[in-house]
């Protein structure tokens, strides 16, 4: 146990020297290097330790594991120490690992100061190098697992978020023939995605420009539009400046007027945060102007990390379902076809999932879900008896094949409670059939599918959150093409079509649909463009992160 004891007060002294920093000549002396069995029992000890350091943070037993599967492969022989003397590469390992801040993550999960006290110690006996040996790596692997699949598990953080796809490449990072290949590897485990790289550095840069400007906020007051004079103009030209949406310029401009100039810069602010574009600047929009830099960087960090519970490689051919954007895109043969869609609403929300495409119903049959039948349907049906009849529905006994068909009208239906409801809805195929004309199916667990609609309004609106949780697209015709063009499927859609007939058409190739959900993305620009957080997300991922303090009677 003495040993032991020694490591953790060893350990614990690391933790408060959060100011130490690394000396100015980096030691390169001959060192003793550590015994296998120095090795073998440090790497347990500080495994065991650690995992113990940042709960709750499901995960992070693989790192650790990883760790412990890797100095067994190697007959524990050291990752840092070669040839008598301390890598060089380690040095760099914590420059890199001090910068993690920069993709939105802590410094502190990866024992930057603890390992820097090890590097300061003038003559570092066998020990304390295997224990230096073994945080070290344990660093690299937490670092290289957290930036290759995320830091946090999705589905603790909220259970509609069901997309998660981990992958193993920062395991092979252990089993590369040097540290330093270890450490020029690990800054590629970060998502290749663009969109990630193009995130990541407007973090850096909202980071930056938080921690060396105080904030310039405009003034609330009358709507400011062209033509107006005053500080407050002064305020917005100066606000659009630093968040990059008014490029420096040496042109010598009237700071407080309102001019042309201005106006375009204000409009393409409002576009990239989802407000209207009348280049006017109303309270919603100074609203959106005044959001703080520090928690614009917030927002970054927790879509970047959204990103890394992605696959680390997409599928060329996919359907992309942008729940923030109200959009689908589809990725298919090289082009791209977008469309509008109306999601779940706040109470029935979309879930974050990916499914495989596989077939579609034409005409189809509308059996109405439970949830749906009990919240929807029984309130109108208490209202108006004939509802049913009206919209075309048919009503069974129960949801057994050989359910009897009833009459609706014959049923007492204000004696029914919702608990008690039990009988099985169908609505007919018909121009009023709640799923239109098609139905898009990629079998899943949430009995979510895209479909048509009656309801084409509702494509006008702006923020279309309007269903019970499935997918409504704006064009479902086009969308039936696309996914069957050139195919025998494409024929036989058209003919059960113009049979009005009740078809399942198996696609030609399935495809991937991924339900994704991000509040800030990269405009066509390369500007950053915050979303509407329509399912209040962001505020579960602040909890998280870590962002949002415990109080001291919670943490204990």
Request: aromatic residues 10%; neutral net charge.
């Amino acid at each position: 146990m003495k040993p032991l004891k020694q490591f953790i007060a060893v350990f614990c002294l690391g933790l408060l020297l959060t100011a130490c920093s690394l000396p100015n000549n980096k030691n390169q002396f001959v060192v003793e290097p550590p015994s296998e069995a120095q090795i073998a029992s440090s790497v347990k000890e500080q495994v065991s330790l650690t995992l113990n350091a940042f709960t709750p943070v499901a995960g992070q037993a693989l790192p650790n594991n990883t760790v412990l599967a890797a100095y067994k492969a190697r007959g524990y022989e050291p990752i840092w120490i070669k040839n008598k003397t301390i890598d060089m590469s380690i040095y760099k390992l914590v420059d890199i690992l001090q910068e993690s801040y920069t993709h939105g993550l802590n410094p502190i999960h990866y024992h930057t100061d603890i390992i820097k006290s090890y590097l300061a110690l003038k003559k570092p006996d066998s020990q304390q190098l295997a224990e230096m040996d073994v945080i070290a790596t344990i660093a690299l692997t937490s670092y290289a697992h957290d930036l290759s699949n995320g830091r946090y598990e999705p589905q603790l953080i909220d259970p509609n978020w069901q997309l998660d796809a981990p992958n193993n490449n920062w395991k092979d990072l252990l089993y590369l023939d040097s540290a330093s290949n270890m450490v020029n590897s690990l800054p590629l485990m970060a998502p290749r995605n663009p969109q990630y790289q193009i995130l990541q550095k407007w973090l850096v840069y909202y980071q930056d420009l938080a921690a060396k400007e105080k904030d310039i906020f405009v003034d609330s007051g009358d709507p400011l539009s062209l033509g107006d004079e005053g500080p407050r103009v002064a305020q917005l030209r100066a606000r659009l400046v630093q968040l990059g949406d008014i490029r420096f310029s040496t042109r010598k401009v009237q700071e407080d007027r309102f001019d042309s100039r201005l106006r375009k810069a204000l409009r393409n602010f409002q576009r990239r945060h989802h407000l209207v574009a009348d280049g006017s600047a109303g309270s919603k929009t100074i609203e959106m102007l005044n959001v703080p830099l520090a928690t614009r960087a917030k927002q970054l960090a927790y879509n970047l990390e959204r990103w890394r519970w992605l696959p680390s490689e997409l599928e060329a051919n996919r359907i992309w379902v942008d729940l923030t954007n109200y959009t689908v895109d589809m990725h298919l043969n090289g082009e791209l076809t977008s469309m509008k869609i109306v999601i779940g609403k706040a109470e029935r929300k979309t879930p974050v999932f990916k499914g495989l495409m596989t077939y579609m119903v034409t005409n189809p049959t509308w059996r109405v879900p439970h949830r749906i039948a009990r919240e929807n349907l029984l309130p109108k049906l208490q209202a108006d008896p004939n509802y049913l009849v009206k919209h075309g529905y048919k009503l069974f006994s129960n949801w057994g094949i050989g359910a009897e068909e009833l009459d609706s009208t014959s049923i007492d239906w204000d004696k029914i409670t919702p608990d008690k409801l039990a009988y099985r809805f169908e609505q007919e195929p018909d121009e009023g059939n709640a799923l239109g004309q098609f139905k898009f199916m990629f079998p899943n667990k949430n009995e979510i599918y895209l479909h048509d609609t009656p309801a084409k309004q509702l494509f006008r609106e702006p923020d279309r959150a309007f269903s019970s949780g499935c997918v409504r697209l704006e064009k479902p015709y086009e969308f039936a093409e696309q996914i069957t063009k050139g195919s025998k499927a494409f024929s036989d859609m058209q003919n059960t079509l113009k049979n009005a007939s009740n078809s399942v058409i198996s696609l030609p190739n399935y495809i991937p649909v991924y339900l994704v959900y991000f509040t800030v993305v990269p405009n066509a620009n390369g500007m950053p463009e915050f979303r509407n957080d329509v399912y209040s997300r962001d505020p579960l991922m602040e909890q998280a992160m870590g962002y949002i303090a415990f109080k001291p009677n919670e943490s204990i």
